[in-house]
């Protein structure tokens, strides 16, 4: 009898210990960068195009990537589930107003226990295997648990500040790593739109490129 309640209590224990811990949904203010590898690219710190800048600031959200057509910011409402695109066009300036999340990948990504810990900027991560159900592929990828993933856009449902991923991106797997962190206070402005931009919608963005 005690050596099956011994059993019952390991057996406890053991699921606790690699079940997941639930999503943080504390808000944060600060900035993050995160360095971007992939077979298209060689990760040179000099070249901006290697990086992701993230500014978070309670529920808004700003995103900049440096693409070979120029940089783009990515703004977002949290809550509201809000978003725009900033781009200069030449010609003018834009403000993409986009619908960012939907139901159609909410079981998109299926996460499970992985032991152990990664340092990633100098903050202890932990290890998540996360399957992309969308291509049949699993990862070891890298979580913080202090920051909530609603600062970030990628793996939806992870429980914590993404710091070490995978997205397919244009028919290749592309590597996003933490490579800096920091908790200040942020000028709200980094959130608005400025007045030299006009927003449109998607459809109307399309036309005006067509054009």
Known sequence: MK???????????????????KINTADFEGKFV???????NTPDSSDSINYQVVYAQNNMLRIESYTPI???????????NRAYILMDLGFQKVAIQTIPDTTLDDHRYKFSFAPGKRDFANIISNNIKVKDNEYDTTFIMNYYKDISPK??????????????????????WVNYQLVSLEKKALNHDLFG??????IVSLDEFIEMIKD
């Open 70 to 80: 120029g940089k783009q910011i990515y703004i977002k409402h949290i809550p509201k």
């Open 34 to 40: 995160y360095m971007i590898h992939s077979n298209a």
């Open 151 to 172: 600062y970030s856009t990628a793996i939806k449902g992870i429980p914590g500040l993404p710091v070490n991923y995978y997205l397919y991106v244009e028919g290749i």
């Open 3 to 21: 050596k099956a309640l011994f059993l019952i209590v390991i057996s406890l224990v053991f699921l606790y210990s690699c079940s997941l811990p």
């Open 193 to 198: 739109i400025p007045s030299e931009y006009k």
